[in-house]
């Protein structure tokens, strides 16, 4: 039991830093094609792209709705494992 325990945590923990990691280099790009469609958005708009600023901007607004709730959750969380931590510190979590 004890050595099926650690192993799922050790699983549990690797998978959560894949998906932090990945997680990040997603914001990156992101953050990255922000600034890049900030630079172009004037030629965008002269070239009569309006729909095109729209739908873009669009997407970036979903895009960081979705990032600050995820947020939101993990910071709702952290407290309960911080909680849980101190309770039981036998589970090494």
Same mark, same amino acid.
């Given at each position: 039991?004890?050595?099926?325990?650690?192993?799922?945590?050790?699983?549990?923990?690797?998978?959560?830093?894949? +998906?932090?990691?990945? @997680?990040? &280099?997603?914001?990156?790009?992101?953050? !990255?094609?922000?600034? #890049?469609? $900030? +630079?172009?958005?004037? @030629?965008? &708009?002269?070239?009569?792209?309006?729909? !095109?600023?729209?739908? #873009?901007? $669009?997407?970036?607004?979903?895009?960081? &709705?979705?990032?600050?709730?995820?947020?939101?959750?993990?910071?709702?969380?952290?407290?309960?494992?911080?909680?849980?931590?101190?309770?039981?510190?036998?589970?090494?979590?």
């Amino acid at each position: 039991m004890h050595d099926a325990w650690h192993n799922g945590k050790r699983t549990v923990g690797h998978m959560w830093n894949h +998906a932090v990691k990945w @997680a990040g &280099q997603i914001d990156h790009a992101i953050d !990255i094609s922000k600034r #890049v469609f $900030g +630079a172009l958005q004037p @030629a965008i &708009q002269d070239m009569g792209g309006g729909s !095109i600023n729209r739908a #873009v901007m $669009g997407g970036i607004g979903r895009y960081e &709705q979705g990032r600050n709730e995820i947020m939101g959750h993990h910071n709702q969380v952290q407290p309960q494992l911080s909680h849980l931590r101190r309770a039981a510190p036998e589970l090494d979590l």
